[in-house]
């Protein structure tokens, strides 16, 4: 996968029931080609999912090496920590619903936001802002959802 030429699936898409998971594969893919451009893996989000799945990012990217995406979304169920469809649920909404937890991560965050579309200061979401960034349609928010200073 070249991230150069092409943007990697949206954090929401799901695979084995997790969402990033594609994302963060598309990413390790193009890792191992030298085609990542900007993309860094592992990035917090990535860091995230991994200590969720109770995996190290070397092992991820050699699991990706040998598989195809099936292969290594049962490969993260196998090897991963083992949690019910409710955790895993409960976990993706978190991922989802992240916020910047700082004045100075707010601070960055708008200045990505109002460079994609100034307009959408209802966006408050890592994973709306990357949706946004990447061209994807993005839901409009009610502005009292969110907790930015």
Known sequence: MDLRAQYPRSVRETLNGYVHLGRMIDKCRAVLAQTQGEYIFPCPMD???LEFAGLTAERFLEAVRKG????????VREQGASHSQEEIGEWNRRLLTRE???EEKWEYFKQIRDASDA????ISSWADLLDLEE????????????VQP
Do not use: F, H, Y
């Open 100 to 102: 910047p937890d700082t």
């Open 47 to 49: 860091s995230q999912l």
């Open 119 to 122: 307009s959408r200061t209802d």
């Open 135 to 146: 061209g994807r349609e993005v839901p409009r928010r009610s502005a009292q959802a969110s």
């Open 68 to 75: 195809s995406d099936a292969e290594v979304a049962n490969w």
